[in-house]
């Protein structure tokens, strides 16, 4: 039986450390080892967030669009909704959407510092679905149908997307 099936990344890891990269993720990539990285998550992850101008008037007061935490989120959508009385956040989330991306890209990394296996039966894990179940409300309907962000948000379908392309 063949051992050290994953090659250790820890010398690219030093030149990503250098280049900013973010000391959670560089956590992450340890895959429980204290010295070795063995995988670079953000290659994983491919979604960008897309806002439309008219969505920034509802950013909540003291909110980074950059910086955005779910919360802000939850209650950007919340002021939209109240003011448009339209539900214009979007996610893809379609059958051939890739919503798990997000998932597992985004949202479970950031509550449970995993990206899911590990963190997958937590505390965390339940605070993350509670939230968002709760962001859900202000989510168009028609997400379930959504694979692509490209034409909600440029028909105003929704103003604030998580979007990708296929790779």
């Known amino acids: 039986m063949r051992s050290n099936y994953l090659e250790d990344l820890s010398a690219l890891t030093q030149k990503l450390v250098t280049a900013g990269w973010p000391p959670a993720s560089r956590n992450l990539a340890r895959m429980g080892t204290k010295d070795k990285t063995f995988y670079i998550p953000w290659m994983q992850a491919t979604y960008v967030m897309a806002v439309n101008k008219k969505a920034l008037e509802y950013l909540p007061a003291g909110a980074d669009v950059n910086a ?20 214009l956040i979007g996610f893809p989330a379609g059958p051939n959407g890739l919503l798990q991306r997000f998932f597992q890209g985004y949202l479970y990394p950031s509550y449970t510092g995993s990206s899911g296996v590990a963190g997958f039966k937590s505390p965390e894990a339940v605070a993350m679905w509670k939230d968002f179940k709760d962001i859900w409300q202000y989510v168009n309907p028609q997400s379930t149908n959504y694979e692509f962000m490209q034409e909600p948000l440029a028909s105003e379908e929704v103003w604030i997307a998580w979007t990708t392309s296929r790779v």
């Open 68 to 87: 955005l935490t779910y919360q802000q989120l939850k209650d950007w959508g919340a002021a939209i909704t109240k003011a448009t009385n339209k539900r």
